[in-house]
């Protein structure tokens, strides 16, 4: 098993451009995340999705889209990069245990994109 | 709403030295607990987990009880290698009303252990 994987590991964009962030997991997941590190800001959660086809913000949405087509993949978007939006991001995924008390729903995270906008 | 709170870092220590780490957390419903480590340059992975109340998660030398009157998740590590720095992160998970379980992260505390 792969795990979780990220495409790409670097990038440095324009501002204006625009760009997409793979994220696939090979472990029949339900449930993945995009979050977004900062210095001292610590991990923010941007868009999440509970199965193939819904999408859901987080606490950070605005400047991003995202998309569920297929059930191993969550794509992250930027329509126009900002300098803002420069940060490290991490993928993640987990199962889902609804109807437990206490799901022991731990998350596997990819090893992260860091995007600088110039 | 939940929330996580983390003594804020850096953390720095001698091999050998005796390691705490304070988390605290509020949440509406009955949370499980989860301590996450980021080496450099590396996403998260999971270092322990606890689900109720006076269980305790440990791996690799740490472990954490889950402190429910205290609302408490304390990381310790009896004695530190310089190979344990790393950014330590608490979190929660917990299934709001009708909702999914979105996890809840601390800011992260940076370990530095010097030989």
């Known amino acids: 098993n792969a795990g979780v994987t990220q495409t790409p590991k670097f990038r440095v964009l324009k501002t204006g451009q625009s760009m997409t962030l793979l994220c696939a997991q090979d472990?029949?997941?339900?449930?993945m995340y995009w979050y977004r590190q900062d210095p001292g800001m610590g991990l923010r959660l941007i868009h999440y999705?509970?199965?193939?086809?819904?999408?859901a913000k987080g606490e950070v949405p605005d400047g991003y889209n995202v998309s569920r087509l297929k059930k191993q993949n969550f794509l992250l978007g930027l329509e126009s990069a900002a300098p803002s939006q420069t940060s490290v991001y991490f993928c993640a995924s987990n199962w889902r245990t609804a109807g437990l008390a206490g799901s022991t729903d731990t998350q596997y995270f990819g090893p992260g994109t860091r995007l600088t906008v110039l | 709403g939940n929330s996580v709170t983390q003594m804020e870092g850096p953390v720095t220590l001698s091999e050998e030295a005796f390691l705490t780490i304070n988390c605290t957390y509020t949440a509406t419903g009955y949370p499980s607990l989860f301590w996450y480590v980021q080496y450099p340059g590396e996403g998260l992975q999971l270092l322990l987990k606890?689900?109720?109340?006076?269980d305790k998660g440990s791996n690799k030398g740490f472990e954490a009880t889950y402190r429910k009157e205290t609302t408490s998740f304390h990381l310790e590590k009896g004695s530190v290698q310089v190979s344990d720095s790393a950014v330590y992160f608490c979190a929660l998970s917990d299934k709001p009303t009708g909702g999914s379980y979105i996890p809840t992260f601390g800011r992260g505390t940076s370990l530095i252990v010097h030989p």
């Open positions: 472990m029949n997941h339900e449930y």
């Open positions: 999705s509970v199965g193939e086809g819904t999408t």
């Open positions: 606890a689900t109720k109340a006076d």
